[in-house]
C-alpha cells in the first residue's frame, strides 16, 4: 500500500507500451481499472497478428513445456517461469522459426493478437467506433522519435540516391510526392531527413490519427509534442 487515490489512476505508456494503453483501452478486461490514459510515440506502428498465424506463441508454449497443462492451464504455467528464462525461450523460439514470411514480423514478432476475447477488434478500430474506455487521453510524441531505430538498423551514411531509391521503393506510387514532402538535403549524409520523414510517418502521424479518432468533447482529447532531441544519446550530432 503506498498511498495514493484509487479513483484517479492514471495508464501512461510509450512506443510498444503506448500500443498497450490502447490495448487496455480497448479490451472489455480492464475497463473501469483505470480513469485517464497517456499514449506516447506510435501507438498503431506494430503489426497486430491473428490467432491462427500465431506461430511463435505456438512455438513459445512448446519449448516451456507448457503445452502438457492444456489449454485451460497454459497461462498459470507460464506465470510460474522465471523472466530470465522468458527471454531465453523467446530468442530460441525465434531462431527456431526463423525465417518467418512477413519482415516485420520478423523484426516484431511479440506483438499483440486481435480476434480473441483479450482484444476482440485492432484497437485502432475499437476507437473509432467508440468501443474502448470513456476517459480522457494524452497523445504525442517526441521530437526524434525515430532517431533510435534509424541509426541502430542503418550505421553508415545515406547518400542522396540511396535515400531516394529507398523512399520510392518503400512509399511505392506515393514516393514522388514523400520526396517532394522531404527532399534530399544536399550531397552528404541523408539520414537527418529520413529521420525527420520516418519520425513524422510513423509517429506525429499516428498519434494525430488517435487522438482525431478519440475526439469526445465530453471526455477531452489533448496533443502534445515534446521537443527534447535524442541526438546526445544516438547518432551524430550536426
Known sequence: NFGGDSTRITLGGESAGAVSVMCHMSTPLSQGLFTKAIIESSPLALPFSK?????????????????????????????????TDIVSLMDKTQADIFPFPDPDIIAMPWTPTIGTVDLPVHPYVAMKNGQTSKIPVLVGGNLEDARVFLYEFNKVPLNAAEYTIVVLGFFGTKGARALELYPPQGLGDQRPVMEEMVTDYLFQCLGRFVAESYSDPSLGSYVYDFGYPTRMFWGPVW
Not at 63 to 79: F, P
Open 51 to 83: 490467432p491462427k498465424h500465431n506461430r511463435f506463441y505456438d512455438k513459445f508454449v512448446e519449448e516451456s513445456g507448457c503445452d502438457s497443462a492444456g489449454n485451460a492451464g497454459v497461462a498459470d504455467c507460464l506465470r510460474n517461469i522465471s523472466a
